[in-house]
């Protein structure tokens, strides 16, 4: 995820937790936080996370996503926070909380993954 500046910060026994810029790699024409930047955020935290969840013989592939876009960011780094929902056998779901760095809620997020057979 370096394109976009990406950083894995922190793994703990139930979360993943990553930065992304607030930069002209994420920002759209107006000057805000792009929402696809958020998403791409969330998701990568997400499936992340649900691929620490699982054997290595599946792998954990993103089925649905939706996000609320709740606080513009205009600049500065915003950190996403991926905690399980569901853990089951075929499939997980996962919320995502991007805050900026006030700790304010930027965007919620929740990422549905099917859990299959490594190829």
Do not use: K
Request: hydrophobic share 40%.
């Amino acid at each position: 995820m370096e394109p976009l500046g990406i950083v894995f910060t922190e793994i703990g026994h139930d979360f993943v937790r990553g930065t992304m810029p607030v930069d002209e790699r994420t920002r759209q024409p107006y000057g805000l936080l792009h929402g696809g930047a958020s998403v791409l955020l969330a998701e990568t935290l997400g499936s992340s996370a649900g691929n620490l969840c699982v054997g290595d013989d599946e792998v954990c592939v993103g089925i649905e996503i939706n996000a609320n876009h709740l606080r513009a960011a205009r600049d500065g780094v915003v950190t996403g926070t991926a905690r399980p929902i569901h853990i089951g056998a075929r499939t997980q779901v996962w919320d995502i909380r991007i805050e900026d760095e006030r700790g304010r809620l930027v965007c919620i997020s929740r990422l549905t993954l099917a859990v299959v057979a490594r190829t």
